[in-house]
């Protein structure tokens, strides 16, 4: 009996020595707002719509809310700019929901016809830059506005 | 243990079916054959096949659908399992109207009972000649008339749709009027009733017993569980794509989640026809023989708590500390692993993660063995648990037990040999079974699959192919039925899936193992002391969140014969 | 909040229909490895004996009611400390139609029910580790400061307008097909 249960001290220093955590470890995702473009990929992807997307008139809101997230890293997975990462943080207690929030606002480009707020600047820009010179223009224009354009061209063409 | 099989049984099978009368049979997966019957002929094609198989036929689960939208009718698929042929029998049949109605089951095959009931409440499906026709899921102040799970009841409607309207007349909120279903009349004056939950020292999940003892023995137990309804399977078919759904398949339960979520994919992999690559197979085996360490571990400690033995509860929780390492290792989360996607894993076991995983077996073997070893010497322990609790193989089987439990009472069934998936069919596994039908029973049989899974895992280690994680896939093709059963630490976990369009779920059906365990309870607390409920209730290694349903049980109903014996036992004892 | 548990506190743990996996972080808190005892935290059976409540599940309607006499049988000064995604938000199950969604909605029928809210602390995590709990826990208690704040980014930028050039080719388009 007396072998059976061992001798050695398991009882770990936490909290008075920080916790060594294993690489990989699915802690608290971080958006890196520098490098988000707002365009949604990971806000599809959530299983618990932890992460959201909400437009306001000026600014394309996207918000993390970890009260509801459930750490599964497919964000981590979908995002085409490495933007938001796992991190290995899991001292993530707080006494209000609020501070459980990570916004990142970013600014809504304008579509140089209608005016409408259609996509993030950035998204544009990327978007822009992956089109040929002559066509850069038509990203800075909102979808709707872009088929009319290219019908009317086309339409044009025809005749 | 391996058993005849191949494409002339299932020939064969075929051939059956059509004979006792089913209007279409088709093999829509391996293992997997499924007839459909007109309502007028369910009953007969049942019986006819109870004569057919006789005992080796068990009742998995129903599935109630609602197909209006596509075809016009309600669907009811019951889940039979034929573990001596290696098959899955499913047996379709339809019922038109809004109000449909199809013959019940119950009367020839009791574990239907809980399932249909199930149906009846989420999807308004009335089982003609059901025995108990009452509420199971929904909580008490439930509507009637309002199915959650049709199609035109929207998943974010809540029951309260504002704080306020909790509030009932005279100021007194509506909820505190729902109690309990009154209690059967068949209780006997002068009967104690001792109420066990929902919130107990002893349980750890909400759920609510009502004991009536006889000075210090049961003589009835009633049960009210379903606290735990949380509308999983409506979120699935709503809100989710496929990919989404592993992750909430794997929070029908934070212990055996893992579990879930393949069976979840293996139904849809199964309906899709997506083939996964055997390195990813490899690695669900070997998450899921972890995961059962993990489960079985923990059922010891809590067991030997609930014997008042706490050292074996430290000791035992502390042997587990390194499975839980490992799985964090290997997957980023002690729990919920988050490791599968329809068609394969998300993260690779390298040659570190590999040695780091044979380490801890190594530990955990040595430590678990000498521990387990001395206490089941102990007289104090086996004395406390040698002939309590028992559970006959006849009961057994009527009541469609499944998992260690089955197997301490005799039943060697075991989803890993009997329909093999992931990479069991690449490794023999042995299947520990007992046939003392008591509760040492149930210790020792876990205590082989520890050892088991230990021996399982390094052989999978060993032999594990090198290859993709992932299998390539197009969309869902929409109205497919698939089907995937795992042997959960628990016992047998089928997941019914009915592809949808826009790859998304039409209908999704887990069913977890406790749900068919649970129904056993009853039948071995009859005649027994008080004091051992507890670790009766422990010993099927309940687990409420995967099951979560009400139910009133009463004991006085059939086995009375074996009371007398039990109750000679005991004053031996 | 800290003061009023002195150096011990006592946890009842209210499981309100959770998936079981913050259930068994909580019991794991009090095993060998993580023994939270040593900081004088004790789990007890009864909501009577307790301090705090360690709350898991999102709140299903079927236990809220028990969930509600619960909280209402724990002698004041309380607090609770909501444990696991479920518990703080409602987590997956935010929207389905038998969930009430986390302790914040739960509070809501607190308030019509003219019950007060104890104080409440948050640990995210799905199932969070048991030393996330403990955290929760001396968070609770005052023994730790809190590391997780709200963040905002709000992007500054000054040009909005297309780039010259592409603003030509542009409105020569719309001028074109205003005209149509």
Same mark, same amino acid.
């Given at each position: ?7 050695? +001290? ?19 995702? +971080? ?122 061209? +086309? ?5 | ?93 339809? =019922? ?16 239907? /009972? ?35 799970? $049709? ?12 704080? !306020? ?70 979120? !699935? ?34 309906? !899709? ?53 490992? !799985?964090?290792?290997?997957?980023? /989360? ?44 102990? $007289? ?26 089955? $197997? ?108 068919? /365990? ?14 051992? =409920? ?25 086995? $009375? ?6 109750? /000679? ?5 | ?6 150096? #011990? ?86 929207? #389905? ?84």
């Amino acid at each position: 009996m007396v072998e059976g249960l061992g001798k050695h +001290v398991v009882t770990e220093a936490y909290p008075w020595a920080p916790l060594e955590v294993p690489e990989g470890f699915r802690g608290k995702p +971080v958006i890196d707002p520098e490098k988000c473009v707002g365009c949604g990929s990971c806000v599809n992807a959530c299983p618990p719509n932890a992460l959201t997307l909400s437009d306001d008139g000026r600014h394309r809101v996207v918000k993390l809310f970890l009260g509801r997230c459930i750490f599964c890293g497919r964000c981590e997975e979908v995002c085409p700019f490495n933007a938001i990462k796992l991190t290995k943080e899991f001292e993530l207690a707080a006494s209000s929901t609020e501070d459980l929030v990570q916004e990142v606002r970013l600014v809504m480009a304008k579509c140089a016809v209608c005016g409408r707020p259609y996509a993030t600047l950035r998204e544009v820009r990327k978007v822009a830059e992956s089109l040929p010179k002559n066509l850069r223009g038509l990203a800075y224009v909102c979808p709707d506005c872009r088929e009319r354009i290219s019908s009317y061209f +086309v339409g044009f063409a025809r005749r | 243990m391996r058993r005849a099989s191949g494409s002339e049984a299932l020939g064969r099978v075929v051939e059956t079916l059509k004979r006792l009368g089913a209007e279409s049979v088709t093999v829509t997966q391996e293992g997997v054959v499924l007839s459909t019957v007109t309502k007028d002929r369910l009953r007969d094609f049942v019986r006819a096949l109870i004569r057919e198989y006789g005992e080796s036929l068990r009742h998995s689960t129903c599935v109630g659908a609602d197909l209006r939208p596509v075809r016009g009718s309600f669907s009811v698929t019951h889940v039979l399992a034929l573990d001596c042929l290696r098959l899955y029998l499913l047996v379709e049949t339809e =019922a038109f109207g809004n109000s449909p109605k199809v013959p019940s089951l119950t009367p020839l095959l009791p574990a239907a /009972n809980w399932a249909e009931r199930e149906a009846r409440d989420l999807l308004g499906i009335e089982f003609e000649g059901h025995p108990e026709p009452v509420k199971l899921i929904l909580p008490d102040p439930w509507p009637e008339g309002v199915f959650p799970l $049709r199609k035109d009841y929207p998943y974010n409607k809540k029951l309260y749709e504002t704080p !306020a309207q909790v509030r009932g007349v005279r100021g007194e909120p509506r909820f505190f009027s729902a109690k309990p279903t009154p209690p059967s009349e068949s209780v006997r004056e002068g009967c104690a009733l001792i109420p066990v939950g929902p919130y107990h020292p002893a349980l750890h999940e909400p759920e609510y017993y009502e004991l009536y003892v006889e000075g210090e023995r049961i003589v009835e137990a009633r049960y009210r569980g379903f606290f735990v309804h949380r509308g999983i399977e409506k979120l !699935a078919e709503s809100r989710m794509t496929i990919n989404q759904v592993p992750f909430l398949a794997e929070r029908i339960c934070g212990i055996c989640g893992y579990t879930h979520a393949c069976a979840y994919c293996q139904a849809v992999e199964a309906a !899709a026809r997506i083939e996964v690559p055997e390195r990813a197979l490899y690695i669900r085996s070997i998450l899921l023989e972890i995961e059962r360490i993990h489960s079985h571990l923990l059922w010891f400690g809590v067991a030997f708590h609930l014997l008042g033995f706490d050292t074996g509860f430290m000791v035992m929780w502390r042997i587990r500390e390194d499975v839980m390492r490992v !799985a964090e290792a290997l997957t980023g /989360n002690r729990k919920t692993y988050g490791m599968n996607l329809v068609g394969g894993v998300r993260r690779d076991i390298d040659e570190g993660k590999a040695s780091l995983v044979l380490r801890m077996l190594e530990s955990v073997e040595g430590e678990f063995r000498r521990f387990c070893d001395s206490v089941l010497s102990m $007289r104090e322990v086996v004395e406390r648990v040698k002939e309590v609790g028992v559970l006959t193989r006849e009961d057994a089987r009527r009541l469609g037990a499944v998992g260690p439990h089955a $197997r301490a009472s005799g039943l060697g069934i075991d989803v890993r040999v009997d329909h093999p998936y992931a990479a069991y069919r690449f490794v023999d596994v042995s299947v520990a079974v007992r046939d003392s039908c008591d509760v040492l029973a149930r210790i020792l049989v876990r205590y082989d699959e520890v050892i088991e899974s230990i021996r399982l895992i390094r052989e999978l280690l060993k032999n594990m192919p090198k290859g993709e994680l992932m299998a390539e896939y197009s969309d869902l093709p929409p109205l497919r039925i698939g089907l995937g059963a795992t042997e959960a630490p628990r016992g047998e976990d089928v997941h019914l899936v009915i592809t949808g369009r826009g790859n998304k779920l039409y209908r999704w059906r887990p069913r977890a193992p406790s749900y068919v /365990n649970l129904a056993t309870v009853p039948t071995m607390l009859e005649g027994e002391r008080l004091a051992n =409920a507890p670790i009766i209730i422990a010993s099927i290694d309940p687990c409420f969140s995967c099951t979560d349903h009400v139910v009133v049980v009463d004991l006085r109903t059939g086995v $009375r014969r074996r009371m007398n014996l039990l109750r /000679n036992a005991l004053t031996r004892g | 909040m800290g003061t009023w548990f002195g150096r #011990s506190t006592w946890v009842f743990h209210l499981n309100s229909g959770s998936c079981n996996g913050c259930d068994i972080e909580v019991l794991n808190m009090f095993a060998p490895t993580q023994d939270v005892e040593r900081l004088g935290v004790k789990l007890v059976g009864s909501p009577l004996h307790a301090d705090v409540i360690v709350f898991t599940g999102p709140v299903t309607f079927q236990a809220l009611p028990y969930v509600i006499e619960a909280l209402k049988a724990i002698p004041n000064p309380k607090a609770v400390v909501a444990c696991g995604s479920c518990a703080c938000g409602g987590g997956i199950w935010h929207d #389905s139609y038998n969930v009430v969604g986390g302790i914040n909605a739960l509070y809501e029928i607190l308030d019509t029910l003219g019950i007060p809210r104890p104080p409440t602390v948050y640990v995210p995590g799905c199932p969070p580790k048991p030393e996330a709990m403990m955290y929760g826990v001396l968070l609770a208690r005052g023994m730790v400061g809190q590391r997780q704040r709200r963040e905002v980014y709000v992007e500054e930028v000054k040009e909005v307008e297309a780039p010259q050039g592409v603003r030509e080719v542009v409105a020569k388009a719309a001028r074109a097909f205003r005209g149509w």
